[in-house]
T-cell receptor, first 113, second 114 residues
Framework: DGGITQSPKYLFRKEGQNVTLSCEQN?????MYWYRQDPGQGLRLIYY???????QKGDIAEGYSVSREKKESFPLTVTSAQKNPTAFYLC????????????FGPGTRLTVT | AQSVTQLGSHVSVSEGALVLLRCNYS??????LFWYVQYPNQGLQLLLK??????LVKGINGFEAEFKKSETSFHLTKPSAHMSDAAEYFC????????????FGRGTSLIVHP
């Protein structure tokens, strides 16, 4: 079955450590996105990528970094510079950047203590 | 820039009652509108979308929404709620001027009582 996988489901880290969240899709989609979800905040865009080797900052990119070396992969690194990293992180993809539905992964819940 | 407002962070209904979740958008250009559903600790799933054409859109699980340009609204309805409908619902708007990057509302939690 085609879809998006995110791993791990739950992630625990100590403050000051960088951590990388995995996102893989086998939908052959060009566009991929990372969102952060906090209670009552909706989804906030961190980074997005329209094609391989290209990505753009979203609304809350500070303290995060991404890479897009392969079409199917879009990992997100939460750096120690992110002041409040504890959140639910969602990866999504769409066939291309346009008025198309997004397909979401199951999410990774990151807890930093 | 576009924006979305979902009225009511929580909506409570009895099983079998009408479900109405409200969404109003702001956009200076024709919008593309989406409703997504999220079950606890899961990703979002598309319920329905409006692009162009018919303003009454039918989606999965018996949900439908009507695009009303004059009211800048895209409310989600279902005639009869089931317990399995309990979830978080998100409205989103996408426009050409915003590179089609969707803006999501803050979500409405639907609670269904037996």
């Amino acid at each position: 079955d085609g879809g998006i996988t995110q791993s791990p489901k739950y992630l625990f880290r100590k403050e000051g450590q960088n951590v990388t969240l995995s996102c893989e899709q086998n939908l052959n989609h060009d566009a991929m996105y990372w969102y952060r979800q906090d209670p009552g905040q909706g989804l906030r865009l961190i980074y997005y990528s329209q094609i391989v080797n290209d990505f753009q900052k979203g609304d809350i990119a500070e303290g995060y970094s991404v890479s897009r070396e392969k079409k199917e992969s879009f990992p997100l690194t939460v750096t120690s510079a992110q002041k409040n990293p504890t959140a639910f992180y969602l990866c999504a993809s769409s066939i291309e950047q346009g008025p198309y539905e997004q397909y979401f992964g199951p999410g990774t819940r990151l807890t930093v203590t | 820039a576009q924006s979305v407002t979902q009225l009511g962070s929580h909506v409570s209904v009895s099983e079998g009652a009408l479900v109405l979740l409200r969404c109003n958008y702001s956009s200076s250009v024709p919008p593309y509108l989406f409703w997504y559903v999220q079950y606890p600790n899961q990703g979002l799933q598309l319920l329905l979308k409006y692009t162009t054409g018919a303003t009454l859109v039918k989606g999965i699980n018996g949900f439908e929404a009507e695009f009303k340009k004059s009211e800048t609204s895209f409310h989600l309805t279902k005639p009869s709620a089931h317990m399995s409908d309990a979830a978080e619902y998100f409205c989103a708007v996408s426009v050409q001027g915003g590179s089609y990057i969707p803006t999501f509302g803050r979500g409405t939690s639907l609670i269904v009582h037996p």
